[in-house]
T-cell receptor
Framework: AAGVIQSPRHLIKEKRETATLKCYPIPRHDTVYWYQQGPGQDPQFLISFYEKMQSDKGSIPDRFSAQQFSDYHSELNMSSLELGDSALYFC????????????FGPGTRLTVT | QKEVEQDPGPLSVPEGAIVSLNCTYSNSAFQYFMWYRQYSRKGPELLMYTYSSGNKEDGRFTAQVDKSSKYISLFIRDSQPSDSATYLCAMSASGNQFYFGTGTSLTVIP
C-alpha cells in the first residue's frame, strides 16, 4: 500500500539558510500534519492542513511557514535556520479533518551547521 | 508540566513476557488515545487507538483507557524480539492536534 512520502530524506544546511521540506500524503488523504522531533524527544505538533486550509497550529516558529497545494501535497518552509532547528521532521496524513488515524512518513532529517 | 507523561524506560523483558506500557495525562478534554510504535530512524506507526474509555484488543495487543484516572495502558502478550522498539502514546481532544508522550524504549530479549 502507498505510504506518506517525504523529501528529501536528509538535508544539511548552514545557519541562516532556508530549507523546504515536502510531503506527499497517502492517495485520497486530504489532511496533512507536520511534526518536529528533536533527539530523544517526542514529536511536537507544528501545523496541519485540511483541504488546503490551515486547520490547526501548534508550536511552529514564526520563521516557518507551510501550505497545502491543490494536489494535497504540502511544503514546510523554514527560514533563518538555527542550530536548534536540527531535528527529524515528520509529515503525517489522514482522511478527513478529525480522525485519530494519522499515518506518518519516514521523516526528513535536517541538520543545521 | 507536559500534557502527557510517559516513563521513558528503557524496559527490557524476556521473549514471551507480558509487557505493560503506561501514560498519564492532565487534560480531561482528551478523548482520542493512540499508541504508536517507532523503530529507529523511522516514522511512528499507528498500532491502536481508542475513543473515550474502555478496552480494545487486536491480536497480542490490548489498549485500555481509564478516563477517571487519566491513565492509559498498552499490554503486549507473548512479546517477540520484533516488538523491540520505542512505543509512544498520543492523545487528542479534537482528533486533529496530537500530544505525544516521550516514548518508552522496549527491548525483548530472545
Amino acid at each position: 500500500a502507498a505510504g506518506v512520502i517525504q523529501s528529501p530524506r536528509h538535508l544539511i544546511k548552514e545557519k541562516r539558510e532556508t530549507a523546504t521540506l515536502k510531503c506527499y500524503p497517502i492517495p485520497r488523504h486530504d489532511t496533512v500534519y507536520w511534526y518536529q522531533q528533536g533527539p530523544g524527544q517526542d514529536p511536537q505538533f507544528l501545523i496541519s492542513f485540511y483541504e488546503k486550509m490551515q486547520s490547526d497550529k501548534g508550536s511552529i516558529p514564526d520563521r516557518f511557514s507551510a501550505q497545502q497545494f491543490s494536489d494535497y501535497h504540502s511544503e514546510l518552509n523554514m527560514s533563518s535556520l538555527e542550530l536548534g532547528d536540527s531535528a527529524l521532521y515528520f509529515c503525517a496524513s489522514s482522511l478527513g479533518a478529525r480522525p485519530p488515524e494519522q499515518y506518518f512518513g519516514p521523516g526528513t532529517r535536517l541538520t543545521v551547521t | 508540566q507536559k500534557e502527557v507523561e510517559q516513563d521513558p524506560g528503557p524496559l527490557s523483558v524476556p521473549e514471551g513476557a507480558i509487557v505493560s506500557l503506561n501514560c498519564t495525562y492532565s487534560n480531561s478534554a482528551f478523548q482520542y488515545f493512540m499508541w504508536y510504535r517507532q523503530y529507529s530512524r523511522k516514522g511512528p506507526e499507528l498500532l491502536m487507538y481508542t475513543y473515550s474509555s474502555g478496552n480494545k484488543e487486536d491480536g497480542r495487543f490490548t489498549a485500555q483507557v481509564d478516563k477517571s484516572s487519566k491513565y492509559i495502558s498498552l499490554f503486549i502478550r507473548d512479546s517477540q524480539p520484533s516488538d523491540s522498539a520505542t512505543y509512544l502514546c498520543a492523545m487528542s481532544a479534537s482528533g486533529n492536534q496530537f500530544y505525544f508522550g516521550t516514548g518508552t524504549s522496549l527491548t525483548v530479549i530472545p
